[in-house]
């Protein structure tokens, strides 16, 4: 709790009253008081060890010692307003659910192991979010380059 | 075998030497099933599954061989050959071109051409349906389907006039290859390139929408409705002499009888099947079917080809005359312009000189006729377009009768046709009234009519082009009528031996495209005179009161009176020796014209 | 039991290599890897670095990287080790390929000797089977062309004998003295099948390989040599032999000599002889062929030790003893 306040008073002498409120606004600490959980996250983060950073901008924490087993290992998104669970790119996904220790920086292996030839980047499931983001096939009227499946050619005048 | 043997087929023995010699022939085999074409259909699979092993205990290297190039039409993956030979066997006995050999011994065999040669042989796609695995496939259908997703749809081919039965492959909406039938009298099992590739031509160049041609010279998409309107106002407008009518060479008996009937109600009898244009004569039938069926020709020892070159022209029946001239050491006399044959064969002479000759008995040829017990003389129908047609025909007839060609058990007097609507057409009566009602016309109905020669139509008539393809025709017409190609309906063609057959719809008819004879049935209504019939049974009896052969499907109707019945001719030959009819086997009517493998086939396999 | 060479990388890298150790090789691969080992360092490494990385692999040590650079040097090694001199009999593939001086368009004739000697040829068969005259024809062709056929002679003898090229092509193919590539004009060629072998051909072989400076079925640059194998030419008493297929006169003097009883000294001499233009011994007289001087035809050195004397007769039936 001291350390706390000891780093928050810190902040506000090295940057200014002003950059320190931005910071806190834009840090969700402003979102902590309708969304409760991520003032829970913020809580767990005192004391506990950011393990990286992913290309979306979420955190990713560990905190091993005084930390029930099972809940050592958490993320904090990017978007403090609009997270759900399927912004974690894969690379982190394993190291956030326990399954492996390999975390999603660049020199871990998982990444190397992303096909470099037809790998696509990550994206969040859109589903409910609307039509412009859901994914539609090919053929479907609503894909804005809906292919045409007719198997043949119609005439084309030569003269 | 003899009689009394006990041969046990059963026995444990004789499963262990099945799995034993499935075992060999898989030694060597790679294993590609994944991406083989043959897959689904192979021999060699259904072998193993049925007769082999279920473990296979080969841990050496297997032998791999270099691919051969045999032209744009077969695909050869060679390292998958089983070395049965059946290849090289077809092409020196059906095929009549010695290309293929087995060369090397031992596992190191390869069959190939040993030098860089493609097969240009027209029946070369036939060894892509022998070959038990998938050392030779068919290069256009390459990956593009398995087997079990096809539809199999047993229709007729009418690139030529042969009627070869064949099985449309399809995928939904799209031939996807085609195959041969078995039918023994007309095509055995095999069918020409041109029949086997021509299904890239339904999918191209396709007329979907019914067009009109506005002011400025170019199309424009229309409703069937405004269409009808456009054609049904000229034809109130022009005299009915000045109406002519012209059958496609795809066209089936149905639309034809129905365009016929159409244009007799308007008053115009100037209807008749493209490639009979000047074949003014349908009395008698003997006169344009091949009167020995195709499969008698079998028993012929002497033919006589005029004009004809069988092997671009109906490439089925010439391989049944190398059938014959390979079995009996039948003799061929040949009078025309220099071509190649795969069977010997003697060169009597390029034009009418060579048949006066023969007919006046001058000629070393008439020995060979005379003694013959079967001559079988074939025309062929590239002569319909001389002057002196009348005059060749009855010298033929000559000949014919002192070779004792026209007997109670065996009529030898043939005429080979080009295409699969000219017999249905003379069978309904598609006889012009006037020889060049074309010339003054003001109202001209193309249906499906690319050949014909549209130059002498004058500059203001209006030309209605119903068809399946944007070839030639459509760009003299004024308006046109989408229809559907055969692929997509079922109708009646006759072969040209007479014998009646029936396509049936593979796929689904292009774009807004209908049936030729509903077209026309609309049209009728929308002109005002309204043709009886609504249903294809209420046609097939129409076509019952004019030709009831036709209606015999599968069945051979010969002709009933012989060609002597004709009255003499006096006319004189002319000296002008005879043509080519086709001079690209590959690029005949209007699906051939738009097909990207045909036009790849004249390309490189035209034989010099 | 340990998993043979299968060609698939998986197994390469895992292989333990009993090829060195097995005696009798079971694959065409082992046995070509065998032949390669008394020059090449690198095969007894590698399985141990490479067990070695696999285990470092799995406890997270080596990257990925290293491993793929590892198995990349191993497959090289093993295309190394396949990219051996042609082993084949036939001096050419199973296809053609046109080249300068060997393509259809070339004119190819029997000269006029030879076309009378055609015509002799062709008259030991029936009129309507000439093709049964193929093989004397392709010989007499070869004979005439130096040593091998180009596909302009198989044409003509095709003409000849009034079949379809190919047919040409399926026996010139099958047998595997009609040399189909250029030889030199001196063929010489080694018997290697099991009794010369184990009387030492394989180091004929490479004594010829090594003087010439060659591989098999290669020509030297002054055009005069070449070196094949053959099978069994029949002199198994006295292995191991060569036989010199002399193509320097053309058909006329074309000969075909053995010489057995061969040291792979003995040998580099007559290849010598030979490019001098003499010619070496045949002894047809009293060798017939050996190069032994100490032999008689197939007999012993020093002379038979057996049938010194003259055959007993035979014993008679004792017609009594039943």
């Known amino acids: 709790m001291a350390s706390v306040v000891k780093s928050a008073f810190r902040a506000i002498r090295e940057k200014g009253v002003s950059n320190f409120l931005r910071e806190l606004r834009d840090e969700g600490y402003l979102r902590c ?103 539609h096939s090919k053929g479907h009227a609503l894909n804005p380059g809906q292919r045409d499946w007719t198997r043949y050619q119609p005439w084309q005048p030569t003269k | 075998m003899l009689l009394g043997m006990k041969i046990k087929t059963d026995t444990p023995v004789a499963k262990k030497a099945r799995e034993g010699v499935m075992e060999f022939l898989l030694m060597n085999h790679p294993l590609d099933c994944p991406i083989c074409d043959q897959g689904g259909e192979c021999d060699l699979q259904d072998q193993s ?153 339904l999918k191209r ?28 106002e000229v034809v109130h407008q022009v005299k009915p002499e000045e109406i002519v009518g012209v059958a496609g060479q795809l066209s089936d008996a149905e639309s034809m009888i129905a365009l016929k009937d159409f244009l007799n109600r308007l008053g115009s009898n100037n209807v008749w099947c493209e490639r009979n244009g000047s074949h003014h004569d349908a009395d008698l039938r003997s006169t344009y079917l091949m009167n020995t069926s195709i499969a008698d020709l079998e028993k012929a020892d002497v033919f006589l080809l005029i004009g004809t070159q069988p092997r671009v022209e109906a490439a089925m029946i010439n391989a049944r005359i190398r059938k014959t001239v390979r079995a009996t050491n039948a003799k061929v006399g040949y009078i025309g312009p220099e071509t190649n044959f795969n069977y010997d064969h003697q060169h009597l002479g390029t034009g009418p000189q060579t048949l006066i000759e023969l007919a006046e008995r001058r ?15 074939i025309l062929g129908a590239g002569l319909f377009d001389r002057k002196d047609k009348d005059a060749i025909f009855f010298a033929v007839g000559t000949i014919a009768e002192y070779a004792n060609a026209i007997r109670p058990d065996w009529n030898g007097y043939n005429v080979l046709l080009l295409s699969a609507a000219q017999a249905a057409a003379l069978d309904l009566g598609l006889v012009p009234e006037s020889e060049n009602s074309i010339e003054s016309a003001k109202f001209v109905y193309l249906m499906g009519a690319d050949d014909v020669n549209l130059e002498k139509v004058p500059s203001d008539a209006f030309v209605v082009y119903q068809g399946h393809h944007g070839d030639q025709s459509v760009y003299r017409a004024n308006v046109i009528l989408p229809a559907s190609a055969f692929s997509e309906k079922e109708g009646t063609y006759e072969n040209t031996e007479g014998c009646t057959q029936q396509t049936l719809p593979a796929v689904p008819i292009v774009g807004d495209a209908r049936d030729d004879w509903k077209i026309i049935r609309a049209l009728s209504e929308v002109s005002g005179i309204q043709l009886p019939y609504d249903s294809l049974e209420a046609i097939r009896s129409r076509i019952r009161t004019v030709a009831p052969n036709l209606l015999h499907v599968d069945e051979r109707e010969p002709a009933t009176f012989p060609p002597s019945l004709k009255p003499k001719v006096t006319q004189k030959l002319s000296q002008d020796s005879f043509r080519t009819a086709v001079e690209n086997f590959y690029m005949t009517d209007s699906i051939t014209r738009a097909s990207k493998i045909m036009a790849q086939c004249s390309a490189l396999l035209l034989k010099k | 039991m340990q998993p043979r060479s299968r060609g698939s990388p998986i197994s390469i890298l895992t292989r333990s290599d009993g090829a060195e150790n097995s005696t009798c090789p079971r694959s065409l691969a082992q046995l070509q890897v065998r032949q390669k080992a008394p020059n090449s360092q690198v095969l007894p490494l590698s399985p141990l670095s490479l067990s070695l990385s696999l285990w470092y ?73 000439k093709q049964s005259a193929v093989i004397p024809l392709l010989d007499l062709a070869q004979q005439q062309h130096g040593g091998w056929l180009p596909v302009s002679a198989m044409n003509a003898v095709a003409k000849i004998i009034e079949v379809a090229p190919v047919r ?20 010489l060629l080694v018997c290697g099948t099991t009794p010369c072998m184990i009387r030492g051909s394989r180091e004929i072989e490479d004594a010829l390989l090594k003087h010439l400076g060659v591989k ?66 045949v002894r047809k007289l009293a060798g017939h062929g050996t190069q032994n001087p100490n032999r008689i035809m197939s007999g012993p050195e020093g002379g038979n030790t057996t049938l010194l004397t003259d055959p007993k007769p035979p014993p008679c039936r004792d017609l009594d003893a039943c």
């Open chain 1, 33 to 135: 008081l309708p969304d409760g959980n991520l003032l829970q996250t913020k809580i767990h983060n005192i004391g506990a060890k950011l393990v990286g950073v992913d290309k979306f901008g979420n955190k990713y924490y560990e905190k091993l010692e005084g930390m029930q087993y099972g809940r050592h290992r958490w993320v904090e998104y990017a978007e403090k307003s609009r997270y759900n669970a399927s912004q974690v790119p894969p690379e982190w996904h394993g190291w956030l659910h326990y399954i492996t220790d390999h975390t999603g920086d660049e020199a871990s292996p998982l990444l190397m192991l992303k096909p470099q030839r037809y790998g696509i980047e990550h994206k969040e499931n859109f589903s409910g979010e609307g039509d412009e983001f859901i994914y």
């Open chain 2, 49 to 201: 599954m049925a007769f082999g092993s279920d473990r296979g205990r080969f841990t050496e290297m297997k032998r791999s061989v270099v691919d051969k190039n045999l032209g744009p039409l077969v695909k050869t993956v060679m390292t998958r050959c089983i070395q049965c030979t059946r290849c090289v066997r077809f092409a020196t006995e059906v095929a009549g071109v010695q290309d293929l050999g087995m060369l090397g011994r031992g596992s190191g065999e390869e069959i190939g051409t040993y030098v860089e040669k493609v097969m240009t042989s027209e029946l070369s796609g036939n060894v892509i349906d022998i070959c038990p695995v998938g050392a030779l496939t068919s290069k256009p259908f390459a990956f593009k389907a398995r087997n079990w997703e096809l539809k199999g749809t047993e229709t007729i081919d009418v690139t030529d006039a042969v009627g070869s039965n064949i099985r449309i492959d399809s995928r939904g909406p799209e031939v996807m290859r085609i195959l041969p039938r078995l039918n023994e009298d007309i095509n055995e099992e095999w069918i020409s390139d041109k029949t086997r590739f021509c299904y890239d031509g």
């Open chain 2, 205 to 232: 160049q396709r007329l979907n929408d019914p067009m009109i041609r506005v002011a400025d010279g170019r199309f424009k998409p229309v409703s069937w409705r405004d269409a009808f309107a456009v054609v049904a």
């Open chain 2, 363 to 377: 000629h070393p040829f008439s020995s060979a006729l005379l003694n013959a017990k079967n001559p079988a003389i």
């Open chain 3, 57 to 129: 692999y799995s406890a997270g040590a080596t990257s990925p990287k290293m491993l793929a650079r590892l198995a990349a040097n191993r497959l090289l090694e093993i295309r190394q080790a396949f990219r051996q001199p042609s082993r084949s009999f036939s001096t050419a593939l199973n296809y053609h390929l046109d080249s300068p001086d060997n393509n259809p368009d070339l004119p190819w004739e029997f000269s006029d000797a030879n076309k009378d000697k055609v015509k002799e040829i062709l008259s030991h068969y029936p009129s309507n089977y």
């Open chain 3, 168 to 187: 040409v092509f399926e026996v010139a193919t099958f047998y595997s003295m009609f040399n189909r590539s250029k030889v030199g004009k001196y063929h």
């Open chain 3, 216 to 281: 098999r079925n290669e020509v030297t640059k002054d055009g005069l040599f070449s070196v094949g194998e053959m099978e069994c030419m029949g002199c198994c008493v006295n292995a191991p032999m060569i036989t010199v297929a002399d193509y320097s006169n053309g058909s006329e003097g074309y000969t075909y000599n053995y010489y057995e009883d061969v040291t792979p000294k003995h040998v580099v001499e007559i290849v010598e002889k030979l490019r001098r233009g003499e010619k070496p011994p």
